[in-house]
């Protein structure tokens, strides 16, 4: 096991045969008897008493549970984690990296590989140690897009047990007719290249003439503010963070301090040396909005609203939107404050504030050596359609044929 | 000068169903500490929640009950407070969007009119633990028991239209019996199934101002709300007078001292839209089912029972008090021609004879049948009150016929004159003053001389026929 990678593997686990699937969990996705420390001391010690849904349809589907990775802390942002690194140093065939913001789809990009976010719903969440539950999903990152759609195909499966799925009928992903070569009308957002640097700006110019290229008509789109976008992300995020985080108290499981006279001391001491800076600032941040400026969370949750309408409406002229992935000098995985947190994810944001599948494509929005990632997003369950568009995408740039 | 109070309550109701509201643990008070519980009510990292369909109905059921408007939609919120008994850091309730709104009571405190309260709404919420505080030598410890965690509770806030701690007790009664017909609740302060908070102003008298309230918890009965209520009227009122203001805050009720006394401020946290559990939409065809399933309720029973059987309010009220002790009597006066009978040997000897016993009429072997048959029996002389009341006690216990008691006990009345007037003879002689007595006017002699012959009868004696003789024999 390389413990640099992974905090836990799989290594004496039988599991799968020998050409299985090789899938890299993180630590806030339970599997029975890991540890499930979901990146944070307020977990230390923590282990799984059963598995998670995707967990056990992965191990159903014949795939193995190869071993959980390092991550963030309760997975908000990339800093510390290494679920990218199990693809790149080929210990995984696909890794799961929870995707509250883009996490998937940024370090997909980092590493030139194909990432990808479904739709908000058609992916069980029990068993996954969330923190912003109306965003989080289970987000994928693999060399081809052929493995996104196996593990897809074996994990969109209806869960009763988990009531966010509400969508009558989920995408089928063996469905062939989706593996046709897709067309149509590819969105941009009006006024886009005006926030994007000089070397953005011809990574995206690249971009868009290698859609182009491949058929695609592309149109301007008038979107309201889409800073918006980041500021709801945070509000909204912020609040059910701070929710979802107030459980973990050091009683149970989880750091405790040494320290206390009293209980209150207790739950004090422990919650303030369990989280790390940046997964505390995020927290605050949370309790403000709740008990302080309650009208900032119910106005976020109002404009959310407005710009889901209005991505819903864009999606009545266009077949699927494209922006890049990642911005010029911004790395997730260095971030130290929650204000470069959020520009690091503002081109991936958008989607998990609206719920809607993103496809991260690799090697189209270059700029000399640098990828800033393709990203396009689809309109709701349109999961499998967008992996088929990355196909051919991806295939037009390397001429070779589509997985 | 002279006050008013203003009244409002929040009560929590415990639903009877087999599990709770998020998982499908056993929803069982009572049982051996931390047995029913799993990830999902124990709050463990992972574990979502799962909402009810069987709790859901009851609930409706309950809020139809209290002539609520049930919502088309409503929806859970986590309401954020932190508290060893509540580790997941907020509890699933209804903030924002209740089950049901607009919901009223009828009582009739001390007058024939009837006064409508209202419910402001009724929301659907999980329990939390239950901590309990021990010592481990000399060191205090604090035990958690899981098992009530998730357990289904409606919480129903009125409207503050209660004048009188009279009012609230009898808003209490009336509630209680409503939620007991609907069977989704035994609604017992005592056993804890409920719980009532009551917050309390008052204001100068005709004024429609709305002061400063005061919530007061810890009240363990409705007699306790009412004492409760009626102290905590009394303490604003002397701190207006000394012109100290009513702040805001919580205080407990202690029933061994019979006052308040000062808990901590009121707490009110922030609540905020879950998105991880289901939202409720109830469309008109599942709402008329539940309708349907809603059984008369009380106050169209009291109303049916005066014009059906010819009770009085007083008694009516009584006999529709409970559900299972209504259908009781309703089966009881089927081909009775005595109804109100049958309602004051109900309410003056079966009701009090099983409180005494703690049993309901459920789990006791007497059925209408039988009540009826005893009640033929006296009806025929062939017992009298006494026997019958002996004879009923005993019902409660043995699984026998009256006629099978009477027999096995000897109870049978003896109306033969003959027999009698032997005794009665005997009596007047034994007492020789009785006769001047009563020739000179003192009829109570009359009175005495019965007892005499009910005792040598070992109470089998006729009364009447008794009467008849003495009244000869004195005459």
């Not at chain 1, 944070?40 to 282990?47: C, D, H, N, V």
């Not at chain 1, 499981?253 to 006279?261: K, M, Q, W």
């Not at chain 2, 707490?267 to 939202?279: H, I, L, M, Q, Y």
């Not at chain 2, 009220?317 to 109804?339: A, C, G, I, N």
Request: net charge neutral; charged share 25%; proline share 5%.
């Amino acid at each position: 096991m390389n413990l640099n990678i992974f905090l836990f593997s799989a290594a004496s686990v039988k599991e799968g045969g020998k050409d299985c699937l090789r899938v890299a969990i993180q630590p806030n996705m339970s599997c029975q008897g890991w540890p499930a420390t979901a990146g944070s001391m307020a977990l230390e010690k923590y282990i799984a008493l059963e598995d998670s849904t995707v967990v056990r349809l992965l191990k159903q589907a014949g795939a193995r549970i190869a071993g959980s990775t390092h991550m963030s802390e309760l997975g908000f942002g990339l800093v510390g984690d290494t679920g990218n690194r199990t693809i790149t140093e080929n210990h995984a065939d696909a890794a799961l990296i929870t995707d509250n913001m883009g996490e998937a789809r940024v370090a997909a990009a980092r590493s030139g590989i194909p990432g990808f976010k479904p739709s908000y719903g058609i992916v069980s969440r029990r068993g996954l140690i969330g923190l912003i539950p109306s965003m989080e999903c289970w987000g994928i990152l693999a060399r081809e897009i052929s493995e996104i759609r196996s593990v897809m195909a074996a994990i969109c499966v209806m869960d009763d047990q988990d009531f966010s799925m509400t969508c009558d009928r989920l995408p089928d992903f063996d469905d062939k007719q989706c593996l046709k070569e897709p067309s149509g009308v590819i969105g941009v957002e009006e006024g886009y290249e005006k926030r994007l640097t000089t070397s953005e700006k011809a990574a995206w110019q690249t971009a868009v003439s290698a859609m182009e290229k491949t058929g695609f008509q592309i149109v301007k789109i008038r979107m309201m503010d889409t800073a918006l976008f980041g500021s709801v992300h945070n509000v909204i995020g912020a609040v059910e963070a701070s929710s979802s985080a107030g459980k973990y108290d050091g009683v149970r499981y989880g750091h405790r301090t040494s320290n206390a006279g009293n209980w209150n001391e207790m739950y004090l001491k422990s919650r303030g040396e369990s989280f790390g800076t940046l997964i505390k600032s995020y927290l605050f941040q949370g309790a403000y909005f709740q008990f302080e400026n309650y009208a900032a969370f119910e106005n976020a949750c109002r404009i959310r609203g407005q710009l889901l309408d209005e991505t819903m409406q864009a999606f009545t002229h266009v077949d699927w939107m494209a922006s890049l992935t990642i911005r010029e000098n911004h790395y997730a995985c260095k971030v130290s404050n929650i204000a470069d947190m959020y520009e690091s994810f503002s081109f991936t944001a958008p989607a998990s504030v609206t719920g809607l599948p993103a496809l991260q494509l690799p090697g189209i929005a270059l700029y000399g050596n640098t990828d800033f990632g393709l990203q396009i997003t689809g309109p709701p369950l349109s999961d499998p359609a967008l992996l088929a568009l990355g196909v051919s995408l991806g295939k037009k740039q390397k001429g070779g044929p589509a997985k | 000068m002279k006050y008013e109070a203003v009244i409002g309550l929040e009560i929590h109701v415990e639903l009877n169903t087999p599990t709770k509201l998020f998982c499908d643990c056993p929803n069982r008070p009572g049982d051996a500490p931390n047995v029913n519980i799993c990830p999902v009510c124990l709050w463990l990292p992972g574990a979502l929640p799962q909402l009810s369909r069987e709790v859901l109905e009851k609930a409706v059921i309950a809020c139809l009950g209290l002539n609520c408007t049930v919502q088309p939609e409503s929806a859970f919120d986590q309401k954020v407070y932190y508290y060893p008994d509540l580790p997941k850091g907020f509890q699933l309730s209804q903030h924002h969007k209740p089950l049901a709104r607009n919901g009223y009571l009828d009582i009739f405190s001390g007058s024939q009119k009837p006064r409508r309260l209202g419910i402001h709404h009724i929301h659907l919420e999980e329990d939390v633990a239950k901590l309990l505080h021990e010592t481990e030598g000399r060191t205090p410890i604090s035990l958690v028991d899981f098992n009530r965690a998730g357990a289904p509770l409606i919480e129903i806030v009125t409207e503050p239209d209660m004048r009188s701690p009279e009012e609230a007790m009898e808003f209490l009664k009336v509630l209680r019996t409503q939620i007991r017909y609907t069977g989704a609740s035994e609604c017992s302060l005592e056993k804890g199934s409920m719980r009532v908070d009551a917050n309390i102003s008052i204001r100068p008298e005709g004024t429609c101002v709305l002061n400063t309230k005061v919530e007061v918890k810890n009240m363990n009965s409705i007699q306790h709300v009412g004492d409760a209520i009626a102290y905590e009227i009394k303490r604003q009122a002397g701190c207006l007078e000394k012109n100290e203001p009513v702040v805001l805050h919580t205080r407990l009720w202690d029933h061994e001292k019979q006052v308040t006394s000062p808990m901590r401020a009121k707490f009110s946290g922030p609540c905020v839209p879950d998105p991880a559990v289901a939202r409720i939409v109830i469309d008109d065809a599942w709402l008329a089912e539940r309708k349907a399933k809603l059984p008369e309720m009380p106050i169209q029973k009291v109303e049916r029972f005066i014009a059906s059987y010819g009770l009085k309010r007083d008694e009516a009220l009584v006999m529709s008090q409970e559900r299972e002790l209504s259908e009781f009597f309703e089966k009881s006066v089927t081909d009775y021609h005595q109804p109100r009978k049958a309602a004051n040997w109900i309410a003056a000897h079966l009701i009090p004879a099983l409180k005494d016993k703690q049993k309901d009429i459920s789990n006791v072997p007497l059925s209408p049948e039988r009540f009826q048959a005893l009640l033929g029996m006296q009806d025929r002389d062939e017992i009298n009150a006494n026997a019958a009341r002996e004879v009923l006690l005993r019902m409660l216990t043995d699984d026998k016929n009256p006629e099978e008691i009477v027999e096995a006990k000897g109870f049978r009345q003896v109306s033969d004159s003959d027999e009698l007037e032997i005794i009665v003879e005997r009596i007047v002689e034994k007492n020789p003053s009785g006769i001047q007595d009563y020739k000179s006017g003192n009829m109570k002699v009359l009175g005495f001389f019965i007892g005499q012959a009910m005792k040598v009868t070992q109470g089998k004696a006729n009364p009447k026929v008794l009467k008849e003789l003495f009244t000869r024999k004195l005459s």
